[in-house]
């Protein structure tokens, strides 16, 4: 399984979802648009994603990638299923969703930014959008806490 961070401006969140990857056993993350890098520009650690992530940003491989939109064009001729995390009209609750254990290694899981959330040209191009139902005041997670619960509930089941 690999994650797609477009957009997402905390390195917190970042970091938090390194470490929460590295312990679902993530291949792979791609940093879209924004998203900051473990590694900056100019070969310096990103201390505020290192300090959440507790060296899981030295653990799973990462690629930093313009656009969002464009890898994913990518990955699905590349045989991988695009599923997103999103509140849309078409999203369905998280736990309808199973993958066998032989299609995680072509299951892409996309997140979106924290104010934004995923664009509608991305959302277009997935092929599942899932969302967590909210039973109180707010109507989203943290980024962060949204992706720790639908990784392990893909990956338990």
């Given at each position: 399984m690999i994650v797609i961070?477009?957009?997402?401006?905390s390195a917190h969140n970042v970091g938090s979802?390194?470490?929460?990857?590295?312990?679902?056993g993530v291949e792979k993350i791609y940093l879209c648009g924004i998203?900051?890098?473990?590694?900056?520009?100019?070969g310096r650690p990103n201390k505020e994603i290192a300090k959440v992530a507790l060296g899981a940003e030295q653990s799973i491989p990462?690629?930093?990638?313009a656009s969002a939109a464009a890898l994913?064009?990518?990955?699905?001729?590349?045989?991988?299923?695009i599923v997103a995390v999103e509140q849309d009209a078409r999203s369905?609750?998280?736990?309808?969703?199973?993958?066998?254990?032989?299609?995680?290694?072509?299951?892409?899981?996309?997140?979106?930014?924290?104010?934004?959330?995923?664009?509608?040209?991305?959302?277009?191009?997935?092929?599942?959008?899932?969302?967590?139902p909210m039973h109180g005041a707010k109507e989203s997670l943290n980024v962060g806490g949204a992706f720790g619960i639908?990784?392990?509930?893909?990956?338990?089941?």
């Open positions: 961070l477009p957009d997402i401006r979802i390194f470490r929460t990857a590295d312990a679902a998203t900051p890098a473990p590694i900056d520009r100019f990462w690629e930093s990638t994913i064009t990518r990955l699905k001729k590349q045989g991988y299923e369905i609750p998280y736990t309808h969703m199973r993958i066998k254990k032989s299609d995680r290694m072509r299951t892409a899981v996309i997140m979106g930014s924290e104010v934004e959330g995923l664009s509608s040209p991305i959302l277009k191009r997935c092929d599942t959008i899932l969302e967590i639908v990784i392990f509930h893909l990956i338990c089941r």
